[in-house]
């Protein structure tokens, strides 16, 4: 992507290779939940089909505070 790029190589060696580490972390969760997920997915059970529905039921979004940049 930035092969030729003297600013990214200097960040890269500045602050590592964040973009592949988020990369490798994204697959490694998708792993993850791919294996947890499976029992589920074979059994035919739906999550959140066994309670009523209402405004606030379930996952919900929030923001998150960046974390502390490394020294």
């Given at each position: 992507m930035f092969q030729d790029s003297p600013i990214y190589d200097r960040l890269i060696t500045e602050r590592g290779d964040v973009?592949?580490?988020?990369?490798?972390?994204?697959?490694?969760?998708?792993?993850?939940?791919?294996?947890?997920?499976?029992?589920?997915?074979?059994?035919?059970?739906t999550p959140g089909l066994d309670r009523p529905q209402s405004p606030g039921n379930g996952w919900q979004r929030t923001a998150l505070l960046p974390a502390p940049r490394p020294h």
């Open positions: 973009p592949a580490q988020v990369r490798r972390e994204a697959e490694r969760v998708s792993r993850e939940m791919e294996l947890v997920m499976r029992p589920l997915q074979s059994s035919g059970y």
